[in-house]
């Protein structure tokens, strides 16, 4: 309730207060003039401005994420208020809610309310651990995406766009070392090879210490290492002509979600016998996008394959077992995955500049998965299979309904057919067999309405229809009972604003949000037994949200954000993993409030030694995150936390080097918390301050 948040407002606003009051205290005397620099999106398939669009979008470009040293999408994602995030820690295990709407706890490979595409090719927003190398932006879209984005994006999606080809040479290259191990190597180089050919391609290799250690030597218990590429190639004959071919590979190992019992000390420490637990994951991404512009229209197709594919093995401590299962030992589990996907997109869309937009597609997609465990101490194990096929047909169109007023209609049929195979053993022997198959059918879509107040000032309300599909969990230990777990749907309605001020020095966004869920997802787990069902419940959401930022001079640029969500569960269910869930209890993982305060300063400095016109460049991050419930059953609360990081720059003739410092209060964050029973609750704390530095050189 409100109520109970009073002093968390007070503190939070106090803050944001004496930042925009101190601030100018600190700018130059002579103000020159600054303009807004207007933000093109492409969410919607064309470059539009963000401005102008009839719902929600959150920005982060690519300079941000390199600067703020945001080096996954999940770190990027943190950052954004009505965003919340949960992980293991360990490879596809993310779980990303917007505006308090998603799974309550994750039943399948596919079970994500938010999708996320790169580059256009969709892929789960579980593989969020995925590195952001050479990013030109990420856009987080809010609200239900259903319209374009199609199945699983009932609370918004994150579209990611790289940076592409160029007939101009350019490029970078960086280094980054800090403590606990941190490194981070990466470098692009990009230009023309023909008149017609150019191509680009970015590496990275990038490791860290695990925040967990172990508590017979200390050390840590992982250590993270990744190592990804990209290579681009853009074939441009004509002006109105284009294809671009991407191939991508991301290999990740050393991470696994690691459990500890709480309180956890300092460090934290886990009771595993040495080398027993490790996680590999590998993901490979094969585009080609071809579109030609006729007279009044554009014609796209985008061909794509992504293969994602998880070995890890994960050990619960001793102090656990013992606690679980009266066994003075580790109880480790073993866990291969895999997740393929073919994707084929048509598309017709509108031109750059008309007045008129619009966008019409057909997409057809095929998704296969694979996920087999083992758990040692039982002697059982499972081999599960899935294969969903869809085709869908979607629309949207904006058009002017009178002077000021303009109209936006979008509308997606999806038609999907699953397919699920289950083989169960017990020390080895096969117990039985579990063969099922479903269809489903569906629409989604929104309406918007828009009013042009002024040329700065945009105002809207749009309704708006989401999808998550329902089916099998992946950790079933026996023959299913029971129906399939039933889709997830939400009925949504948002009004905003977003507007400019003072020639465009500060800009802003503003929007009221509802959310109602009928079936959301919840897994039934019994760690006594490892037996896992499907569950639904309904949910509903509501609050508000406020971004902006502020140019008071061309020295700093004052970026923030502030959300609060108000998230609750609507009815009961029985079984759940951790006790039966009551109605009116807390959608977990949701903050009730978030903030975010970046405050950037950069000055010339006179010319010295080798350096001409340098820099200094100064970047200020303070986020917030208000408590919140640690699982449907309300046993147990995950802390608030504020997180401050900094870093100093100097750059001139393309060099820049930095000093910086992550999590400067060192206040510990949860990754996320697990309740056993009174007195045994689990989790995994994000890394403690560290300091590092980083050399990098751009042309």
């Known amino acids: 309730m409100f109520y109970r948040n009073t002093a968390t407002v007070r503190r939070v606003t106090a803050r944001v207060v004496l930042g925009l009051v101190l601030l100018p205290l600190y700018t130059a005397a002579e103000e020159k003039s600054v303009g807004y620099e207007e933000v093109v999106v492409t969410a919607r398939y064309l470059a539009e401005s963000a401005h102008e669009l009839p719902f929600s979008v959150s920005v982060l470009d690519g300079t941000i994420l390199d600067r703020a040293r945001l080096y996954s999408i999940e770190d990027a994602l943190r950052t954004s208020v009505g965003v919340d995030v949960s992980s293991f820690g360990g490879f596809n295990d993310t779980n990303v809610r917007m505006r308090g709407v998603g799974s309550l ?16 090719v969709p892929l789960s927003a579980r593989s969020a651990t995925l590195a952001t190398l050479d990013i030109e932006r990420v856009e987080i879209l809010k609200g239900p995406q259903g319209t374009l984005f199609g199945r699983n994006s009932e609370a918004g999606a994150i579209n990611v766009t790289t940076r592409r080809p160029t007939q101009q040479t350019q490029g970078y290259v960086s280094a980054s070392a800090g403590e606990e191990g941190q490194y981070v190597i990466e470098g692009a180089v990009g230009g023309a090879l023909t008149d017609t050919f150019s191509a680009r391609i970015a590496v990275r290799g990038a490791g860290a210490d695990s925040v967990v250690r172990s508590s017979q030597d200390n050390n840590p218990v992982l250590e993270a290492e990744d190592l990804g590429w990209r290579a681009s190639l853009l074939w441009q004959p004509k002006d109105k002509t284009s294809a ?7 290999d990740q190992e050393g991470r696994n979600g690691l459990e500890v019992l709480q309180p956890w000390g300092d460090p934290p420490t886990q009771n595993v016998p040495q080398d027993l637990q490790f996680g590999e994951n590998d993901q490979a991404r094969y585009s080609l996008e071809i579109s030609h512009d006729l007279t009044n229209f554009r014609f796209s197709s985008l061909t794509s394959k992504t293969e994602n594919d998880t070995e890890a093995l994960g050990c619960q401590s001793a102090d656990i077992a013992i606690a679980l299962y009266g066994v003075a030992a580790s109880v480790c589990q073993q866990v291969e995955s895999a997740y393929d996907t073919l994707n084929q997109d048509f598309r017709l869309t509108a031109l750059v500049g008309s007045d008129l937009f619009w966008v019409a597609g057909i997409n057809a997609s095929r998704i296969e998965r694979k996920y087999n465990n083992a758990v040692a101490l039982f002697g059982n194990s499972a081999e599960r299979s899935f294969e969903t096929r869809g085709v869908a047909v979607y629309g949207e169109v904006s058009f002017p309904l009178a002077q000021r007023w303009s109209l936006t209609a979008g509308a997606r ?35 918007a309405l828009a009013y042009q107040v002024n040329e700065d000032i945009n105002v809207y309300g749009v309704v708006a229809r989401g999808y998550k599909s329902g089916g099998y969990t992946d950790f079933t230990s026996q023959v299913a009972d029971g129906e399939p777990l039933e889709p997830a749907v939400v009925e949504s309605v948002e009004l905003g604003i977003k507007g400019a001020m003072s020639g465009g020095r500060f800009s802003y966004t503003g ?7 009928q079936d959301d997802h919840l897994l039934g787990f019994d760690p006594a037994t490892f037996a896992a069902q499907g569950l639904n419940t309904d949910t509903k959401s509501q609050g508000v949200e406020v971004e902006g930022s502020w140019l008071p001079n061309e020295y700093w ?19 759940a993993s951790g006790g039966d869930v009551q109605a009116g209890n807390s959608v977990p993982d949701v903050a009730p409030w978030n903030g975010l305060l970046r405050i950037n300063y950069v000055t010339p400095l006179p010319d010295f030694a080798w350096l001409s016109a340098p820099e200094l460049d100064l970047l ?26 900094a870093q100093i720059m100097l750059r001139g003739n393309g060099i820049e080097v930095s000093l910086w410092g992550d999590n400067l209060l060192d206040d510990r964050n949860d990754l996320y918390g697990y309740f056993y029973g009174p007195g045994l609750v689990t989790g995994a704390p994000t890394r403690d301050r560290t300091l590092g530095a980083t050399v990098s050189y751009r042309f």
């Open 105 to 120: 706890f994750q039943i399948n490979g596919e079970d994500s309310s938010v999708v996320m595409n790169v580059d256009g």
């Open 244 to 250: 671009l071919l991407v191939v991508e590979q991301q």
């Open 413 to 447: 049929f999806t038609d999907e057919e699953k397919e699920y195979d289950g083989f169960f053993f017990f020390t080895g022997m096969p117990t039985g067999e579990d063969h099922r198959d479903l269809s489903d059918d569906y629409w989604t879509g929104r309406l």
């Open 511 to 517: 929007a009221l949000f509802y959310n109602k869920v």
């Open 557 to 575: 640029t004052l970026s923030f954000g502030l959300g609060y969500t108000d998230a609750e569960i609507e009815s009961d269910v029985f079984g």
């Open 620 to 645: 200020i991050t303070y986020r917030y995150l208000d408590g919140r419930q640690g699982n449907p059953q309300n046993q147990f609360k995950l802390g608030a936390n504020e997180k401050l990081d």
